[in-house]
Every structure is written in C-alpha cells, then in structure tokens.
C-alpha cells in the first residue's frame, strides 16, 4: 500500500503542527541539558555525584514537559490543524489527526531522546548519539516497510514507526548512561533539581518564538507573491538552513568545551576555545559561500526545472552565497553564548534582532505586484537578522561584559 496524495499531504500538515509545539520546547532543553552537564563535569571535576544529579534533573524535565506537549496536542491539535489548512470538513483532516495525535501520544519520547543526546553532548560523547539516531532510523525504515507495506496501517503505521524507533533509540541510550551515572527521579530533591532548569529553558523558549516567528513572518511575506517566487523562497531556505547545520556542530563543540572551562574557572582555555571556534566557523562560513556560489547553476535545478521559479531563484541567491559567512558566525556565537551560560541575555538579545530584521520585511509590501522587490526585502530582513545576531553577541565579548565576563575574571585579576 502505498501513500496517495491526499494521505502526504496528511501528515505534512500534521507535522507542521507537531513540529511548530515541540521546536518551542525540545530545542531549548536540548541546549540547557547540554550546558547544565557540562557545568557540572568542568565544575566538579567530572564528579559521578554532580553530573549524575544534573543528568537526572534534565531528564525528569523532559518527562514533564514530553507529557505536557503529548497532552496540548491531543487537545489542540484538531484546531491546530484547522489554521493550517486541515478543517473539519476537509479531506485531509482524518489522515492528518490520525497521524498528529498518535505523534502525540510519543511525544514524551521524542523530547527524552533529545535530551539524553544534550546529556551525551555536555560529557563529550558524540559517538553514543551517532549510534542512537542511526537505529532510530534503521528501526523506523523497517517498522515503515512492516506496517505500512505489509499490514497496510497507512499514516497510522507511519506515526508508529516513528514513535517505536525514537522508543528503542531512547531505551538504548538511557541504558548506556545509566551504566556510567547513577539517575534517579525518586524524592523532592529530584523535582528540585529539575526546577532549577525551568527558569533557562523558559528564557530559550522566548527567543525560540521570536525567531520562529521572523521566520513565519517570511514565509508569510512570500506567499502573498505568486506560486513561483513562493516556491523560490522555500528552495533559497533550504539550501540556506541545510548548510547551517554545519555550524551548529561548532556551535554544539563550543558550548560543551566553553561551559566546562568556564564552569572550572580557567579563564585562558576558555579564551582560546571562543578564538578557536570563532575562526573555524569564520572559514566554514567562506567555504559554504565558495561552494554555493560555485554550485549555483546547479543546485537549484536539483529541485525544480519551473523556469519561473528559477528566475526567482536567481534574484535572491546572491543572498544565500554571501551570508555563509555570516551564518556560520551567528550558530558559532550561539555556541560561546550558551557554554557562558548566557540563556538569559540570548532571549533578551533575539527580541533587539527580530526587531529590525521585520521591519525590513514589512517595507517590501510597498512594493506592491514587484515580486522579485518584495522577495528581496524579506531575504534583507533574514540576512539583517543573522547580521544582528552576531552582533549583538560580538559587543559584550569584545567589552568583557556580561554574560562574557566569566570568561576573563581570572585574567583580569591576576
């Protein structure tokens, strides 16, 4: 059995929804799980008692949170669908909440598989991680062919799988991590303990929202255009997103180095590590701009032959080439700012740079019916955005101000 149109379309709403609730959550506790375990290994000297107290506080924290998503989408995932185009009435709402709230019931999974991997990543291990997500995926491939192939569930097997694969790739590494640290959820100290981190995931969520949202915002912009430069939008994002994730593995290699020298209070190896990072992210970003550019005439028709959406592609890649740079610097300051502990000033500093970034997009709806004007003001706001996001990072680093600060006390006092 094999999915027909109206099922894909199905569960590409139903992830969309499932996505657009989990992203606001699971992406900051992946950071802060990454940063407290860290913290803790650096300021205890990779104590089993401390990083054994963090590790099970951040993985309490995510049983919470996975149950509190799990339920949100049962309840408002149905008018969830509506607003992204799946009524009651319309055809693809039963594929869609089929797949949403089995989703739903997994989603516990899906945040504790995500948090044992920022556990892994605050103690150095990226190997365990590895592993687990390629099983995740053997394990759904397989359990795809099965159900929906062989027993014909359709959507319904597809939810499944997915939630199976997260199951046994959580299992796994819990397994291993209990094997080296003692975690426990017994006790008020336990919920104590997982409190702490409330505070730094709920600060991530803010800037999680208004990034999300200037994102939104973009898309929304181009799809008040034609089909094809909407479409060129989403081809330009793409490429644009699929190269960052580059940087984002410096950015993991930073905050985990960064939060363990800072933690134990070697100013001159974390000065080092920020400089390191902060030049290979810089040559990253030169390197992704060179084969962009280079790979210009033939990336794009990877995705389309549509002349018109080529032409459209044509007008705004410029911007995907020149901003590498700036991109890779952008992830690769995240990085610095969280091993800083910084959760609070990175809120606080992606409301200044979603500001003008929207403005900038919002000035291209006076160029009304000039679609390639209007599709170059959102890909200025973008680029804006990224710009101020390194900015507003680089200037209290470079000033030794808070949140940096921590990073040169000793050198200062000596």
Same mark, same amino acid.
């Given at each position: ?44 000297? /990779? ?19 996975? #149950? ?31 797949? #949403? ?10 945040? !504790? ?21 390629? !099983? ?84 929304? #912009? ?60 810089? +040559?990253?970003?030169?390197? +992704?701009?060179?084969?962009? /550019? ?34 890779? +610097? ?38 009304? /019916? ?10 200025? /706001? #973008? ?9 507003? !990072? ?21």
């Amino acid at each position: 059995m094999q999915a027909g149109a109206v099922q894909l379309a199905g569960v590409g709403i139903a992830l969309s929804v499932y996505s657009t609730v989990t992203k606001l959550f699971n992406v900051p506790l992946l950071s802060v799980a990454t940063s407290s375990v860290a913290t803790a290994y650096g300021e205890h000297g /990779g104590s089993h008692k401390e990083v054994s107290e963090a590790a099970s506080a951040v993985l309490l924290l995510a049983v919470i949170v996975g #149950l509190c998503e799990g339920v949100f989408l049962l309840v408002a995932g149905g008018p969830g669908l509506g607003v992204w185009g799946a009524g009651a009435t319309s055809a693809m709402r039963p594929d869609a909440w089929t797949y #949403l709230s089995i989703r739903g019931l997994g989603a516990p999974f899906t945040v !504790i598989l995500l948090v044992l991997q920022g556990v892994f990543r605050g103690l150095g291990d990226t190997k365990s991680p590895l592993w687990a997500t390629l !099983i995740c995926n053997g394990v759904n491939v397989v359990l795809d062919a099965v159900f929906i192939m062989y027993f014909g569930w359709g959507v319904r097997g597809a939810a499944w799988a997915t939630i199976i694969g997260q199951g046994v790739a959580a299992l796994g590494l819990f397994a291993v991590l209990s094997r080296r640290y003692s975690i426990s959820f017994k006790g008020k100290a336990a919920l104590t303990s997982a409190a702490k981190f409330l505070k730094p995931t709920g600060l991530l969520v803010l800037r999680t929202m208004a990034s999300t949202a200037t994102f939104a915002l973009a898309t929304a #912009l181009t799809a008040r255009t034609d089909s094809a430069h909407a479409a060129a939008h989403q081809i330009c994002l793409q490429l644009w997103l699929a190269s960052s994730l580059l940087a984002d593995s410096l950015a993991v290699a930073a905050q985990t180095l960064l939060a363990r020298s800072v933690a134990a209070r070697n100013s001159a190896v974390s000065q080092v590590i920020a400089l390191r990072v902060l030049r290979w992210g810089l +040559l990253l970003g030169v390197f +992704l701009g060179g084969a962009s /550019g280079a790979s210009s005439s033939i990336l794009p028709k990877l995705f389309t032959s549509d002349p018109a959406v080529l032409a459209g592609i044509s007008a705004i890649y410029p911007w995907v080439i020149l901003t590498q740079p700036i991109n890779a +610097l952008a992830f690769v300051w995240d990085g610095v700012l969280y091993g800083c502990n910084g959760f609070k000033y990175a809120a606080k500093a992606m409301a200044v740079c979603a500001a003008p970034a929207v403005s900038c997009m919002l000035l291209g709806l006076e160029f009304s /019916g000039d679609y390639d004007a209007q599709l170059t003001s959102v890909w200025l /706001g #973008l680029s804006l955005l990224m710009v101020m996001r390194c900015l507003t !990072i680089y200037i209290p680093y470079r000033l030794r101000r808070s949140p940096f600060d921590v990073m040169f006390i000793k050198q200062d006092t000596a």
